[in-house]
């Protein structure tokens, strides 16, 4: 499993080092795939803090940039950060998932690029009152959109045994997901991250403690993915992209745990199949080693590139 949070998150008593807010991923090699052109039309469907949309708009001229997040706190981030490159930049709150509904909002024609980052921003992992994080004590919530009514507490406290251990097993591929349903259910009520992080080390046996993540990250990763609905908008985002590409336009992906790039991988295979687009990426890319040193929360990530045919 490439799981997500492997470099996000510290064993107990790991040091603590310094890092920069939120640096974004594979930079190079994304702006490459996208063959970014100064009088280009592009869209950055995950815009988070907006590390990847600042590089591109540096490659601007007349250009623009459609930025949608469907977290409005991170848009606000990015609007502060981004301020500076004016009419080049639109942003729209909203999901992914809706992205040619959203392009059709914005007014834009067929666009020359997409790209997504999938991955968890530092904004919301450091950010305690968010609850993403089991390393810091804050409410079980998880949302990225805090319109959505699906709580990560509301899933811990209420779901059946059942459900849970799937949840951990098919979204975390955790391999102890029934002991940790049992314990968490046997535990209940829970208001804080930390509290269930807790019961989940509990639950796992010590035997298995010689690994090099947390033993709550999968359950976390799990419960996020299932209140975010994160793969299902995922696949009715690789469903939709190619409407607003223009041909010979391109889509790059940043997927972080195999679930994800799984996904990926087999929806560019059958667009390629179909003739609908090519793959340019006959392998992953990787971060390489250099770039894992200075951020470490590269080192799950895998990027895939695809083309819309020109016929």
């Excluded at 280009?40 to 540096?58: M, R, S, V």
């Excluded at 560019?268 to 990787?286: D, P």
Aim: net charge positive.
């Amino acid at each position: 499993m490439d799981d997500e949070q492997r470099a996000n998150t510290k064993l107990p008593g790991a040091a603590e080092t310094s890092r920069p807010f939120h640096v974004p991923v594979l930079v190079r090699e994304t702006l490459d795939f996208l063959n970014v052109r100064p009088e280009g039309i592009y869209i950055d469907a995950t815009l988070g803090a907006g590390g990847h949309a600042q590089e591109i708009l540096k490659r601007l001229g007349s250009g623009r940039l459609l930025g949608l997040d469907r977290d409005p706190k991170a848009l606000e981030v990015a609007r502060d950060k981004l301020a500076g490159f004016g009419g080049k930049l639109i942003m729209q709150h909203g999901n992914f998932a809706q992205i040619d509904t959203l392009h059709a909002a914005s007014g834009l024609p067929p666009v020359d690029g997409v790209m997504a980052d999938l991955g968890l921003s530092s904004l919301q992992l450091d950010d305690a009152s968010r609850g993403f994080s089991f390393n810091l004590p804050g409410p079980l919530d998880m949302r990225m959109d805090p319109d959505s009514e699906t709580t990560a507490a509301d899933l811990v406290n209420h779901a059946s045994e059942r459900d849970l251990a799937d949840i951990f097993f098919k979204l975390g591929e955790e391999r102890h997901s029934r002991r940790i349903a049992r314990a968490i259910v046997k535990a209940r009520p829970y208001r804080i991250t930390t509290e269930l992080a807790q019961v989940v080390t509990r639950a796992i046996p010590s035997r298995a403690g010689l690994h090099q993540i947390h033993p709550a990250t999968r359950s976390f990763m799990a419960l996020r993915l299932a209140v975010n609905g994160e793969l299902e908008n995922l696949e009715q985002f690789l469903d939709r992209v190619l409407m607003v590409l223009r041909p010979g336009g391109r889509v790059v992906i940043l997927s972080f745990h195999s679930l994800e790039d799984r996904r990926v991988k087999q929806a560019f295979r059958r667009w390629q199949g179909e003739g609908r687009a090519s793959i340019l990426t006959r392998k992953v890319v990787r971060p390489g080693d250099e770039e894992v040193w200075c951020n470490p929360r590269a080192r799950s990530a895998k990027l895939r590139a695809a083309e819309k045919s020109r016929d």
